[in-house]
Structure formats: C-alpha cells, structure tokens
C-alpha cells in the first residue's frame, strides 16, 4: 500500500477553508444579509391592524441570500448526500437497490404527479384504478386475500398490522397481552407491539440464528396476542420452521406477523399467506424501488389474512362492477365492514405506489423472481469473497439477500466494527449496517441487492479484503483515525443522540463579535 495514503496528518488547510471542489456550507442561517432578501415595497399609508394583537413583534428573521446563494446553498448540500445514485450502499436490511429511471418518469406524468387528494373521485379515476391495480399484484405475490394500502411506511405498516390483530382479538372478545418477539428482529417490531400496550416478550435464537418452533412453543399460552417475525431474518437467513411456528402460535389462538422489509429475497419465490402469515407489512420503497433513506418518501402497505381482512381501516379503494370507488365508511361494504378506524389521511403514498406498479410490470412476474433470485447470488458472492477473512456468527452456510458478519475476526487488532465502517467512508462505500442484528456481537450486515454488477461487487470484495488485511496486519491509523478524507471526522454520536440541538439559535452578540 502507497505510504502516503496512511498518513494521519490533517489535510492542508486552505484560506477558504474548501477542499477543493468540495465546498465548506455554513448553516443558511448563519450567512447572508438579511438586507438582500425580499422585495422592496412602499411602507403602506395607515393601516388598521386587524389581526387583534397576533402582530408579528420581531423580524420575521429569513436567511438573507441573494437568488444564485440560495442555489448555490441546495446544490451544494444536494452534493454532500451519499446515495444509491453515488455509490454502492450496502446498508444491510434496508434494499438499497437502484431505482429504474422509468419509474420517476412514470411518477411525474401529469395525470400522477398533479391531482390532488381532494380531487372529486370521478376525476381522478385513473388513479384509484392504478391503487386497485397494484393491490391486486401485491395479493397475488403475498397469496393473501386483502390488503391494506394506507400505512405510509414499513413501520406503519406494522402498526396497521397489529391494530387489525388486536382489533381481530378484540371482536372475539379475547384479551390477550403478551406480543413474543425473537431476538433479532428490527427494533421496530417491539416498539409497535409496546406502542399498542402489549407487554413484549423476546424469543432467543438457537445456535444457528434461525427461531426455534420448541422455543416458541414454551413462550405461547392464552395471553399471547402474537408473534411477529421476519422473514428472511435480519441474519439473512430463512426461517426453515416458519410453517410449524405459524402452526403452534395458531393452534394457541395467537395470530402470525410477518415483518415482510426482507421480502426482495422471497418475491416470486414463496408467497407468504401459504406459510400460515396472518398480517405483513411490505415495503415498497425496498422490495419494488423508490429512492428511500432520510425519512421517506416511503409506503408500507399491509397484507391480511381472510382473519384480518374485515379489519382493514378506511379509507381503501374497491374495484366491483360500478367501477372504482374509495370506501370512507366500511358500514355495508360485506367482507371489510369492520374497521379499526382510519390511519392516515387520503389514500397513502401515491407517488410511491406509481413506482412500484411500474417496477412489477416492467419486470413481469418472472423478472421479479429473477430479481430475488440475484439478490441472494450477490449476497451470498460476497459472503463467497470475504469468508476466509471475515468471521460469520453461525457458520459458513448460504445466506438469503444479505450476509452477516460478526467482529471475531478482529479479535487482538484493537479495530472495532465501527472502525471498519469509518475506514468504508475513506474508500468511498456508504457502510454496512453494523451493530445490528444484536444476536451477533460486533455484527456487520451487508445487503449487496440485486443491481450490483459483478464488476461493482468484485471492487467492494477487493476494498473489503484491503481493509482486513491492513487490520490483520496492524495497520491501526487507517481505522482509529477514519475517515480521514471526509468532510466531517467522528462525531461524539452519544451527545448528539443524547442532547440533539435541534434548533439554531442566532449566537449572542459577544460570540458573534469574535
Ligand atoms: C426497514 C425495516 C423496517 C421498517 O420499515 P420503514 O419503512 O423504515 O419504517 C422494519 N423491519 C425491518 C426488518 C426493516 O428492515
């Protein structure tokens, strides 16, 4: 390795501070004049207030930046963002897939990207036939009876999930309040249960990461509302027992929650209501494209059960023989007539919904199993490159779209997963997801998806292979010190999850001054 790139000395400074193309951005409040904003009109003859003392007292305090400032300001932080459209984002759990171009021409037709959600229905039925459309898909890929379309992200979804399971138990007049919860799942599965007043009860994994049916078995008794597991596991594993675990959480009266965020492994291949699922929230922004991270935009419609379906909230869209129309009352509406109420306003994230619909028809149902077939050969090429370097917490065995990692191959460096991730930064990699799942110490989880090339992936494999080696070796700079090439070095991560500044506050004048 070249001597120079392991340097730890601080990059020369410049007089603007800028690493060449590569501009320093002040926070928009922090720079400008406020003299240069806005428009200069006359000072009005005498006016009757009439806004009964809601006056506004103080300026009105806007950033003030010339036109091309403001540009210049969003360009440059637009630059700052690391996407699935800059580089490979092999963030584990979290499909960051590329997301076909088609697909945002398809979602910015006007007849799309310009109706409006209180638009009368007669107008806007183009739309609502594309929600009906899509549903329809997602029922043939899940093989489950209904679907819920509203929940505006996986996390949503889980909880329209789980408030039809709940509302389901309520109807039969079955007070249960345990919800069982293996150890690997996504933090945001015990949340939703907790969310909803269920007393979460965690199930350990066996040896070999996957959930053990014997286990469930003991957990399961009356006051067991449900189980919620994920599948694919975020081990990336699949849970070979899933039909006898659905099978006893059934026979004990409980119903099954699939999290479906891992369904780009399966799509295809196996449909989720034949494995006994009762409810299973997909995401669309993963499994069918959408450009996702950073909070949204995202979609997480819910499958149901023929249990559930009655259950679904309002509003949904139905499609019978008067046309297509959308349900705001379920009163009368035969199989959907009781539901747990309404979970979000208008008719959930359409954009989102036009991306997927056009991602299932321009890959056709084979494409689509193609796609989760690639998936897993790209995890499971990586897991191929790094297996005699990197240490796999359950042994060396396939995996499904995602290969995980633990940090015993780090053992006596003094290097930690967090010091790899950083070192990731340097090579220009968005990291792996690390520390997650909490079953595997020092975990590293890496979803390659599906739109990697070979090439692409046998670059990562040979950075990844770099980097062991360098650790191995005791190359320790390259990791305590990363990123060294970043705008941004470490962070104290604790304090700022701890004491978020959320909010600019102007320096006082003193500070200001200096
Ligand atoms: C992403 C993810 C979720 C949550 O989905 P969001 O759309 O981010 O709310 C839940 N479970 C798993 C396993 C996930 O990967």
Known sequence: M???????????????GNRA???????????????????????????????????????????GLTEPEAVRHYVRLSHKNYGIDSGMFPLGSCT?????????????????????????????????????????????????????????AGAHGELAGMMAI???????????????????????????????????????ARG???????????????????????????CGLFERDIVAIGDAVHRAGALFYADGANFNATVGKVRPGDLGVDAMHINLHKTFSTPHGGGGPGAGPVALSAALAPFVPVP???????????????????????????LSAFHGQFGTFVRALSYMLSHGSDGMRQASEDAVLNANYVRAGLRDLLSQPFGDRACMHEVLFDDRWLDGTGITTLDVAKALIDEGY?????????????????????????????????????????AKAGEKARFLDAPRLAPRRRLDETRAA????????????AQAAE
Request: hydrophobic share 45%; charged share 20%; proline share 10%.
């Open 208 to 234: 070999d990461g996957t959930v053990d049916p014997a286990e469930v078995e003991k957990h399961l008794n009356s006051d067991v509302a449900a189980i919620m597991l994920t599948n694919p596991n975020t």
């Open 498 to 509: 701890r004491t978020p500044v959320l909010r600019w506050r102007k320096p006082p004048p």
């Open 96 to 152: 960051m897939k590329h997301n076909p171009r088609l697909n945002e021409k398809m979602a910015r037709l006007a007849g799309f990207g310009d109706i409006h959600p209180l638009q009368p229905l007669s107008m806007v039925q183009g739309a609502l036939a594309l929600i009906a459309e899509l549903a329809r898909w997602l029922r043939e890929l899940t093989g489950m009876p209904a679907i819920a379309m509203t929940p505006k």
């Open 316 to 342: 949904f869209v139905l499609a019978d023989a008067e046309g297509v129309r959308l349900v705001e009352h379920a009163a009368g509406v035969g199989a959907y007539a009781k539901p747990f109420g309404r």
């Open 21 to 63: 193309l590569d501009i320093e951005e002040a926070l928009i409040f922090e720079t400008g004049r406020p003299e240069v904003t806005g428009v200069d009109l006359e000072e009005p003859a005498a006016l009757t207030p009439r806004l009964g003392g809601l006056e506004r007292k103080a300026p009105i305090g806007l950033p």
């Open 2 to 16: 070249n001597e120079q790139t392991i340097t730890t000395a601080p990059t020369p400074a410049t007089f603007t």
């Open 166 to 204: 709940k509302a389901a138990l309520a109807a039969r007049g079955d007070k249960r309040s345990v919800v069982l919860v293996p150890e690997s799942a996504h933090g945001t599965n015990p949340a939703t249960a907790a969310l909803l007043g269920y007393r979460v009860e965690p199930v350990p």
């Open 430 to 470: 968005h990291p792996m997801t690390v520390y997650f799942p909490l079953v595997a110490h020092g975990a590293m989880l890496i979803e390659p998806t599906e739109s990697e090339s070979k090439a692409s992936l046998d670059l990562f494999i040979a950075t990844l292979r770099d980097l062991a080696f360098a």
